[in-house]
Each structure stands twice: as C-alpha cells, then as structure tokens.
C-alpha cells in the first residue's frame, strides 16, 4: 500500500517535470541543479531579504512623510507622554 504510493507519487512528478523521458543520469543531474537553485534562492532569502526589508521601510517612510529615521518613535515619544 505504501509502496504503491510512493510509486505514484513518483509517476507524478517525473511526468510533471518531464523527467520520464531522460535518461538516469540526466535525471540525477537535472536533480542536483534544480536542488543547488533551490537552495541558493532560500539563503538569500534568509540572509538578505530582512535586511532588505528594512532598506524598503525606510525608503517609504522618506517617501510617505518627507523625512528619514524612525517616524513612529517620534509619535510615541510625545512631549506629553514623557510627563507621565
């Protein structure tokens, strides 16, 4: 039962990416290139995508009201909240 799933899941994807038509080791490679990809866009991801993130915040904040830094601890740090 397992091993017929697996099997089919199998079928699946080889007929989905075409790969059922290649040859063994042109599947290995077509394989390891799509893994190597994968796995470079995932660590860009991780390491320069919150960086960039924060690069953009910044940039629509210039946009949005006109000025740089931290618009949203100037309106918490009120002068009337200080007081208290």
Do not use: N
Not at 1 to 8: A, C
Not at 30 to 48: D, E, N
Not at 57 to 78: H, N, T
């Amino acid at each position: 039962m397992v091993k017929d799933y697996l099997w089919r899941q199998r079928v699946k994807f080889e007929s989905t990416l075409a790969l059922s038509m290649l040859e063994p080791w042109e599947k290995i490679l077509c394989l390891i290139i799509f893994s190597l990809l994968t796995m470079l866009v995932m660590i860009g991801l991780f390491q320069y995508l919150p960086q960039h993130v924060m690069v953009m915040q910044r940039r629509a904040i210039y946009y949005l009201w006109g000025q740089e830094g931290d618009v949203f601890r100037s309106w918490v740090e009120a002068p009337g909240l200080k007081e208290l």
